[in-house]
């Protein structure tokens, strides 16, 4: 079952495939490029400053290649998303990732960020759900491609 | 370098959930545990006061062959022995502190000797040692028939152990003085079958404040207290009289005047109790001398008046029983006036509470027995205006109306006095403050030397409040460390810091308590990614006032100390109890200051402040 937040969350969320990317950084600073109109970014520079911070303390990795950089800043006004999907893994430096998860949210929303994070965590453990997400092309696919 | 991430089993998780239900349905906050507390220094107390009871008992059953009431063991006592008797237990208690004076001095204590400093001024360590002469002292005292209270050995004992206890807990010094002042309470309360005075005597007269923080704890020790005397003793007042009625409205007046009368006298009573304590000290003789000469003259009075031994309890009820005659009243007043004085003034370990019912009964029922005289169309009650100058002399010479009403209320149980008693004993306070300005407590303190009172009032600061080593967390922690975390401690918020100990923030269990059943989270979030970075924090060099603005931005009860803005270096935290706690005794200091001020050019402090001060202390 789907919060009704993280549910809006993932639906305004950008979109792209295919990530072209030889690396973590050059894949965070493409997906970062999203943002750039999103009226919920006050600050992109310092959220790209702060999702890069967190990157170097330990970075949120699952083990079926899905990175999920991220970080909670008063430089968004609410959550944002941008999917990555990449069909070369990316190398980052705790493993290859194929998707890509960047997540800005406002340091006052704790339960909204906890409530994103474990549902991404949660379903993107499964292999099958993985592999219908690699093939989604656009945000509407990706989210239906969570149901069972 | 990121860290291994190590997670919870099921097992874990279930119980954690579980803890973290218990914490939000039945958490003890600091308050709650410091209410447990209590009860367990009035139970103890109790029990404690007790012992002390049956060992004065015994003793005196040693030196009279009664096991009687100390009144009726020295009436059977042939003429030579009702001297001989408070003589030798003179002799004994003197000694007593003399030995025990040189054994503790030779020992550097840190700790005090007497429960009203170590609730006021004190760090709330009250000596073992001392504790254990100075009752000592006092058991041979009042076994033997010296004219004094045996309530302040008993709350010293009460408020021992509860200082014990409070180093036990290893709380700050604030919380720590508070249990030593729930012992007191819990003494007074044992000692007199009076929860309600018990408590507020310790509130108004050695705390200065009744503060809800404050007196809570102090109501559950006295009644605590009061319950477990009463399963013992059973549950009777201790000066019940019969029923007792007003015949007219006009009766006022005279219990007002009657007021203001035993506000003149109960400094006169205070100035007798300093005179003949400063005749004992320019006798040139060693402490057991004094004492066995203190015990002759009380002696000396009971080979006539047998009635003035003991601390008046006995005395006190037969003035309400006994249809004694205005002379023979005048005489006991006399013979128990000289015989406290020279206990008192000897310097026996005791108290003069008791004895200052009596007087003041003694005193409302010759005035009440005059008005009937003068006034007969009024049909005044000699036993109501004994009742009622018991408690306008109590509140007269101990400046606290408040305690005064309720104790007499309590010891009485009579509602029907009470709207006068309220008058008398208000009118009596402060009639008295016109010429008293340190009443009968203010004393003990001046005792232990005004001079170490006004040091440690400048010593007490924020940095005494400071809890050292809290419950930290690297920011990279995972959320599986935070939730055991939480679940070994019963913290609302854990704090963050850096591998330097710099605050970074808090995390609040409120904000993650719906998510710690998730395993999913374990390995993907971290400390850093949940706590308040904004969580307010305090520094020592900031005040209570600014402290407790703090307080109010958080629901916290804990706030983490840090050792400046600058390094943020955390170096604790101080709870929003021990702050509380701190600020009703800063609030109660500047009326004790200026009860011992006077006496700070005169009287140069008394050295080795360790040893056994040779006096009645507290509950007097």
């Not at chain 1, 943002?35 to 919920?40: I, R, Y």
Request: net charge positive; aromatic share 10%; glycine share 8%.
């Amino acid at each position: 079952m789907i919060n009704t937040k993280t549910l809006e969350s993932l639906r305004t969320a950008a979109f792209v495939n295919p990530l072209a990317a030889g690396s973590e950084i050059e894949a965070i600073e493409r997906l970062l490029e999203e943002l750039k109109t999103n009226p919920l970014v006050a600050n992109l520079t310092e959220l790209k400053r702060t999702i890069f911070e967190r990157q170097k303390v330990d970075p949120p990795f699952l083990p079926m290649g899905v990175a999920f950089p991220h970080a909670r800043t008063d430089s968004v006004r609410g959550i944002v998303v941008v999917v990555g999907i990449s069909p070369q893994p990316i190398p980052f430096s705790v493993g290859s990732a194929k998707l890509v998860l960047l997540i800005g949210v406002p340091k006052k929303a704790v339960a909204e960020y906890l409530e994103l994070t474990s549902f991404l965590a949660r379903h993107l453990r499964g292999e099958k759900v993985l592999d219908r997400l690699m093939g989604t092309t656009n945000i509407e696919q990706f989210l239906a491609a969570f149901a069972p | 370098m990121p860290r291994p991430h190590a997670r919870l089993s099921p097992a874990l998780r279930r119980l954690l959930l579980l803890k973290v239900w218990i914490v939000e349905h039945f958490r003890l906050s600091e308050r709650q545990v410091t209410l447990v507390w209590a009860a367990v220094i009035g139970f103890f107390g109790a029990l404690a006061a007790e012992s002390f009871r049956k060992a004065t008992e015994f003793l005196q059953f040693l030196g009279t062959g009664h096991f009687s009431s100390i009144v009726t063991s020295f009436e059977d006592l042939p003429l030579w022995q009702r001297f001989a008797v408070p003589t030798a237990g003179g002799l004994l208690a003197g000694l007593t502190l003399w030995f025990g004076n040189r054994l503790i001095s030779s020992v550097r204590q840190k700790s005090t000797t007497d429960y009203m400093e170590a609730i006021v001024v004190g760090n709330g360590k009250i000596s073992f040692r001392a504790s254990l002469v100075k009752t000592i002292s006092a058991l041979f005292s009042i076994s033997s028939g010296a004219s004094i209270g045996r309530e302040g050995p008993l709350v010293q004992l009460s408020s021992l152990l509860a200082s014990f206890a409070g180093r036990l807990r290893r709380c700050p010094v604030p919380q720590k003085r508070h249990m030593v002042a729930c012992g007191a309470a819990a003494g007074i309360a044992s000692a007199y079958n009076a929860p309600i005075a018990g408590a507020f005597f310790v509130a108004e007269i050695i705390l200065g404040t009744v503060v809800v923080e404050s007196l809570g704890p102090l109501i559950l020790a006295s009644v605590v207290a009061t319950f477990t005397t009463r399963a013992i003793h059973g549950a009777s007042a201790l000066y019940r009289s019969p029923d007792l009625e007003f015949h007219s409205r006009w009766e006022a007046i005279p219990i007002c005047v009657m007021g203001l009368l035993l506000g003149f006298l109960a400094p006169v009573f205070l100035q007798l109790l300093r005179r003949s304590e400063k005749l004992f000290s320019k006798l040139r003789f060693p402490a057991p001398v004094k004492m066995a000469i203190g015990g002759a003259i009380v002696g000396g009075i009971a080979v006539f008046y047998p009635q003035v031994c003991g601390n008046g309890q006995d005395l006190l009820s037969s003035l309400f029983h006994q249809n004694w005659d205005f002379d023979t009243i005048s005489i006991l007043l006399i013979a128990k006036l000289a015989a406290t004085s020279a206990t008192f003034g000897s310097g026996a370990v005791g108290g003069v509470f008791t004895p200052t019912l009596f007087i003041g009964s003694a005193l409302g029922f010759l005035y009440g027995q005059t008005v009937l005289l003068l006034f007969p169309g009024l049909q005044p009650d000699p036993d109501i205006y004994g009742l009622v100058g018991m408690g306008a002399f109590l509140s007269a010479a101990s400046g606290a109306p408040i305690m005064a009403i309720l104790m007499v209320f309590e010891l009485t149980l009579s509602y029907t006095i009470v709207p006068y008693l309220m008058v008398a004993c208000v009118l009596g306070y402060y009639c008295s403050s016109i010429f008293e300005r340190r009443f009968m407590y203010g004393e003990s303190l001046e005792r232990k030397g005004a001079a170490f009172f006004n040091s440690q009032l400048a010593e007490v600061s924020m940095t005494d409040l400071i809890r050292t080593d809290p419950i930290t967390l690297p920011e990279q922690a995972s959320f599986a460390e935070v939730a055991r975390t939480f679940l070994q401690f019963q913290f609302q918020h854990l704090y963050v810091v850096d591998g330097s100990r710099r605050f970074l923030g808090a995390i609040s269990l409120h904000d993650v308590k719906a998510f710690l059943d998730r395993p999913e989270l374990e390995t993907v979030v971290i400390a850093s990614d949940i706590m308040n970075e904004n969580f307010p924090r305090i520094s020592p060099l900031q005040g209570t006032a600014e402290a407790l603005r703090k307080f109010s931005e958080t629901n916290s009860e804990r706030l983490p100390v840090i050792d400046n803005f600058n390094s943020q270096r955390l170096i604790g935290s101080i709870s929003k109890t021990d702050l509380i706690l701190h600020l009703a005794g800063e609030q109660s200091r500047p009326a004790v200051a200026r009860a011992v001020e006077p006496d700070v050019a005169e009287k140069p402090a008394p050295s080795g402040d360790g040893a056994v001060a040779a006096k009645g202390d507290g509950a007097k």
